[in-house]
Structure formats: structure tokens, C-alpha cells
């Protein structure tokens, strides 16, 4: 018999009685005994009419104190069965281990696979990432390096880093050393670096602290970004400022004077500099050399139309073929001065144009993701109409066809309570967005689902009217993974408290056997 008696000599759990708690104050001889007899002691006692052999010991588990009691002509018998239960615990013990195992496993799983990945960034920054050691000896150097300094990672690596560093900057590099090595970053700034081939290389360069798993600094790691291109477009500009301050009327854009017959007369130096020629250059030329061939006959119909009188003014759009052989994308507006002369004022539109195709073609990305995304996507009118949805949505709500799902509405076909869809209409009419609502939707099946919603404010096709941009997640697997979670750590819960107790009744068998025997 087993009987395990509360810190108050409650008797919480019996075997005779199938393990349930009984609650009931156990004898006041017995709980006397229990107090004088020293712990482990086997001896006869009366329990309940039953003469038992039996011993006391308190659990260092849970503070209850345990007592087994075998009857002297089935002792053999009650020793097997309360063996059983302790393999029985440890068994339960493995594979509530074993189910703890399995998460642990997809965890290193997904961190190792974060580390490849971070890995294939840092190779395929188009920046200079380096790191080198406190004594200055490169360890590490990317493909983005490589390409803006010259060397590769066998030439370099093992090197100290001074070599890229011009002479005139390495007093700078103990500091700079000093400040890591004291967990300072430095941060950006602009200098130059040594190429393989002896020249300078102007970068925006910044250090930072390189940390071991113990949060050690151990080394020192640089980012240098090649910034040569913005330097030349830094002098440009600062170039062409100084000639548009030359010129009386400030103009900001080309001014040119030409003739009926097409020849220029007059260039400022807004024009010069967009096309590349000198004044005296243009003078010798006239605007067909410079426009573009599929565009010569539509211009000239213009230019025509203006000195006929036909027309006050002409707008138009077209391409340049400048001196170096670029094409740009120029506005041209050209007036009429006199029977002989126009003028027109010419802006560069490539990066307009460049603009609008980046558009064109950003729209073109947002289509295709949005058709092949595997989050569900949907548009609505805030009455609860679908304007648009992709085929991932169609997919989770089982529904055959983007049309058929378009047909339905929101609050009568979707939602399983509508009141959720208000509450999130309200909040989103109220900070312009949506994070992370989860509600329970319908499917065509009628079978109910569990998702997250995550949405913004949009403008409708009308200025005056809003939309709402919703990206759904299905959340259901996600929360049956949940519960099956909750249920693993309660197991583990058990199995820990059935391995103390285990432990306690193994203890006290090897006492009562060494008895027995």
C-alpha cells in the first residue's frame, strides 16, 4: 500500500483507491509516528485494520511525506507492482524529453540556416566589408572589397591593413583602434583607401566593434562605400552652379536661339553643359544633330508650324544624342520671336522618364507579388466590398475562382462575426492602419479558420474616398501548434513531478528489501 499524506497530515493520493484525493485527515497515532520515527525505518504499524511493514520518508520534491506499507503475505507481490510504477515514470520522463527535443532541433535548424544566410549578404554587399584583428591583420574580406579595392582574399587576408590606409591617414589608426577596442563605433565618414593598383579611392568608411559569443571584442570591422561617383556628381553640380551664376536671368534650364532654317544663334551655358558642346561648337550645328533620329520629322513639323504662324507655341517631348554619345530625355517649349527667330527653353526630363518607368515597372513587381504571394491579399471598400483579391486568398477561403470570391462581401460571406470587422474599420479610420488583428473567418466550406490581418488606409479611385489594403495570414495550424505546445509542457510538468516521487518510492523499496531479505 502507498499513501501520500499533505505537510498538514492530509492524506492527498492512495494506490488502494485508485489515485484519487481523498483529502482526509489521516489518524492522529499515525501522524504522531511519523513525527517520532526517524525517516526510512522500516517497522510493523496498524493502518486502518491492516498490519503493514512499512516506512516513512518525506519528498525532497514536492515536501509531502510518502509511506509504503506491504502486507506481510503479499510483500513479494507489492514490491513487483511498485516497481512497474517506477518504470512507468522514467518511461514517461523520455518521451516528454524526446517531445521537448524535437523544437529544440528546428530551433538550431533555423539558426544555423539565419547564419548562411547572413553570410550570403555580407558576400553580396555591393560596400567593402572588412575585419582585421586589434594588431591590425586582415581575417576577412568580402567580394564587395575585392571589387572596390583591387585585391582578392587570398592576396589580402593575413596582410595588415595599413596597406590600404594612404600614408598621410595612418596616424589615425591607433586611435581609431583605441576607440574600438573600448566598444566606440566610429562612425561614418569620408576619406580615401588605397587601390591595388596604387590609386585613391574616395569611400564613406565606418568602423565598427567585431563581438565573440561572450560579447568579447575581439577584432575591428570596416564598411567603405565608394562614393567616387557622388564625389564627380558633388563637382558637377558645384560646376554648373558657377556658370548659371554667369549667365544674367539665373535661368535654370537650356535658352537657345535658333534660326528658321534650324541653326542655333544663341546657347547659355545651361545648354552647353547639357549637351556637351561649347557655345562655338553650337553655333556650327544646328538641332537636328542633336535630336535624336526618330525624332527629327515630329520636331521639325512643330518648328515648321511656328514660323508659318500656325501655331503660338509648341511643347513636346524628346531624346538628345549628346557628345559623349548619351541620350537623355529633354521638354522642349520653343516660341516664336519673329518671322526669322524662335527661342525655346529646354529641361532635361531623363530622370523623370526614368522615374516613370521605375513606376511602370514598380507596378509591374507589385502585380506579381501581389499575384504570387502565399499571404492572402484583398482590397475593400470600407461597406465591405472586395475590389480585388489574389490567388492566394482565393486558395485559403476555398473558393474556385478570383470572380467567385469578389462576389461575396465581408460581413455576410466572410467574417463569422461581424462586429470584429467593424472594430478593426474603426481603428483604422482612427490611426490610419492596422497590425495583427486576429479574428475568425468562413470559408466556402463553412469551416472556421483563424487569422491575422495587417492592413492600411489607401486612397480610392475616387480622391475623395478610402480603401483598405489587407494582407491575411492564416493563423489556424499556427494555434493547433500552440495548444499541442501547452500540452507538451504540461506532460513535462508531470513527468518531473512522477520522477521525484519515483525516485522517493525507488529509495524506499531498496530499504524495505534489504529488510526483507
Keep these: 500500500m502507498g499513501t501520500i499524506f499533505g505537510n498538514n497530515q492530509v492524506i492527498v493520493a492512495r494506490n488502494r483507491l485508485e489515485h484519487e484525493f481523498v483529502g482526509r485527515q489521516a489518524s492522529p497515532a499515525l501522524g504522531q509516528r511519523m513525527s517520532d520515527t526517524a525517516e526510512g525505518k522500516a517497522e510493523f504499524i496498524n493502518f486502518q485494520g491492516v498490519t503493514l511493514f512499512s516506512s516513512f520518508s518525506r519528498s525532497a520534491v514536492s515536501g509531502w511525506t510518502v509511506m509504503i506499507g506491504v502486507p506481510k503475505e503479499n510483500m513479494r507481490a507489492e514490491i513487483w507492482r511498485w516497481l512497474w510504477w517506477t518504470l512507468a515514470g522514467t518511461a514517461l520522463m523520455s518521451l516528454t524529453g524526446l517531445a521537448l527535443a524535437l523544437p529544440i532541433g528546428r530551433s538550431v535548424e533555423q539558426t544555423e540556416r539565419g547564419l548562411r544566410r547572413l553570410s550570403a549578404i555580407v558576400e553580396s554587399s555591393d560596400d567593402a566589408i572588412i575585419g582585421y584583428r586589434f594588431d591590425g591583420m586582415i581575417e576577412s574580406w568580402n567580394c564587395g572589397a575585392e571589387r572596390l579595392l583591387g585585391y582578392s582574399a587570398p592576396e589580402i587576408v593575413g596582410r595588415h591593413i595599413s596597406i590600404l590606409i594612404p600614408d598621410d591617414q595612418l596616424k589615425d589608426l591607433p586611435e581609431q583602434m583605441r576607440r574600438v577596442r573600448n566598444g566606440e563605433a566610429v562612425e561614418e565618414y569620408g576619406t580615401t583607401r588605397k587601390h591595388k593598383n596604387g590609386s585613391s579611392i574616395p569611400v564613406a568608411l565606418k568602423i565598427s566593434p567585431i563581438l565573440d559569443h561572450l560579447e568579447t571584442i575581439v577584432g575591428m570591422s570596416a564598411i567603405a562605400r565608394d562614393i567616387t561617383e557622388r564625389k564627380r556628381a558633388e563637382q ?163 473558393y474556385s475562382s478570383k470572380k467567385e470570391l469578389m462576389a461575396c462581401n465581408l460581413d455576410s460571406d466572410i467574417y463569422e462575426n461581424p462586429v470584429e470587422r467593424r472594430a478593426i474599420i474603426e481603428k483604422c479610420r482612427s490611426i490610419g492602419r492596422v497590425d495583427g488583428a486576429e479574428v475568425k473567418w468562413k470559408r466556402r466550406d463553412a469551416k472556421i479558420i483563424d487569422v491575422r490581418l495587417s492592413g492600411r488606409m489607401i486612397r480610392g479611385v475616387d480622391e475623395n474616398t478610402w480603401d483598405m489594403e489587407v494582407i491575411v495570414d492564416d493563423i489556424t495550424e499556427r494555434r493547433s501548434l500552440e495548444q499541442q505546445l501547452r500540452q507538451a509542457q504540461k506532460m513535462e510538468a508531470v513527468g518531473k513531478l512522477a520522477g521525484g516521487i519515483a525516485h522517493d518510492f525507488n529509495n524506499l523499496l531498496m530499504v524495505i528489501q534489504s529488510y526483507t531479505e
Design 236 to 398: 558637377q553640380l558645384r560646376a554648373m552652379a558657377d556658370r548659371l551664376h554667369a549667365i544674367l536671368d539665373n535661368a535654370p534650364v537650356g535658352i537657345v536661339v535658333g534660326t528658321r532654317d534650324y541653326r542655333y544663334v544663341e546657347t547659355n551655358a545651361a545648354f552647353q553643359h547639357m549637351v556637351g558642346y561649347s557655345a562655338d561648337e553650337l553655333k556650327q550645328m544646328d538641332w537636328t544633330a542633336l535630336t535624336h533620329p526618330d525624332d527629327i520629322a515630329r520636331n521639325a513639323e512643330f518648328v515648321d508650324g511656328l514660323m508659318q504662324g500656325k501655331l503660338n507655341t509648341y511643347d513636346l517631348e524628346k531624346r538628345y544624342v549628346l557628345k559623349d554619345g548619351r541620350m537623355i530625355w529633354v521638354r522642349v517649349v520653343g516660341s516664336r520671336l519673329d518671322d526669322e527667330y524662335k527661342m525655346s527653353i529646354i529641361e532635361d526630363i531623363t530622370e523623370r522618364k526614368r522615374m516613370e518607368q521605375y513606376l511602370r515597372q514598380s507596378e509591374e513587381r507589385y502585380r506579381e507579388i501581389f499575384e504570387n504571394v502565399t499571404y492572402g491579399v484583398f482590397r475593400t471598400s470600407f461597406n465591405g466590398t472586395l475590389l480585388d483579391v489574389n490567388p492566394a486568398l482565393v486558395a485559403m477561403l476555398g
